[in-house]
């Protein structure tokens, strides 16, 4: 069965450490793979795509990994901050019509200061 | 700036009830997804449109249908309202041919 599975249901670190969140999926073939923020009460807000010919993507203090082979994605905060403290959803895009996700139950990120 | 919003973000309905649930989004974008949250299962995609009147079902279409009558506005509907429905129900939209989508604030709905 397809399955997505993000590493840890939360995560604590400490601030000013890298954050590093895992994606793994089993039985999809993504054309490109998404992560969210999402804040208690909200709805998630994009962050980054990467697609499946790239390996890394950087946007500030975020980079994000793809390995086609693993079937693995790495989402990294670097100088992590309290206000980076959110829950982190890794979504799949397998190119169809609307492009529809297929999401990870996410991990809750907590950046103690 | 995206903006999509959602008529209510809490609602109380009782079994059986009908419940309408309006998303508008201001940004002209072609497709609109109607997802569930729910803890330890993530979004599910519910139903999804990638034009005016037209409607594709996700993954867990079952006890729900939904409305599209204007490019702007799509609306769920739950016919006979069950306590398994209670959940975060959030809206999305997208660009034709983008791949990011755009959450409005969500909805929760408590069936009772």
């Known amino acids: 069965s397809q399955k997505i599975e993000q590493n840890s249901e939360a995560l604590n670190i400490q601030e000013g450490k890298t954050a590093t969140l895992t994606c793994n999926y089993t039985n999809y073939s993504p054309a490109y793979l998404q992560w969210y923020r999402q804040d208690p009460g909200r709805g998630p807000v994009f962050l980054l795509l990467?697609?499946?010919?790239?390996k890394e993507k950087r946007k500030e203090r975020l980079k994000v990994t793809f390995d086609t082979t693993l079937k693995q994605s790495l989402f990294h905060i670097t100088a992590s901050q309290p206000a980076d403290s959110a829950t982190y959803l890794c979504a799949l895009d397998v190119k169809t019509g609307a492009n529809n996700l297929f999401f990870g139950t996410g991990t809750r990120l907590t950046v103690i200061p | 700036d995206v903006k999509v919003t959602q008529s209510s973000r809490y609602l109380v309905k009782r079994t059986g009830e009908k419940v309408f649930l309006e998303c508008v989004q201001d940004m002209d974008h072609e497709n609109m997804f109607w997802y569930r949250q729910d803890p330890g299962l993530g979004l599910r995609l519910i139903y999804f449109s990638y034009d005016v009147k037209m409607k594709e079902k996700g993954d867990i279409p079952e006890g729900y249908s939904v409305s599209r009558e204007k490019k702007e506005r799509f609306s769920l509907i739950l016919e006979s309202a069950s306590t398994n429905q209670t959940s975060m129900y959030l809206c999305?939209?997208?660009?034709?041919?983008?791949?990011?989508?755009?959450f409005g604030p969500g909805t929760r709905l408590t069936v009772t």
């Open positions: 999305a939209s997208s660009l034709r041919g983008s791949h990011e989508q755009y």
């Open positions: 990467i697609r499946e010919n790239e």
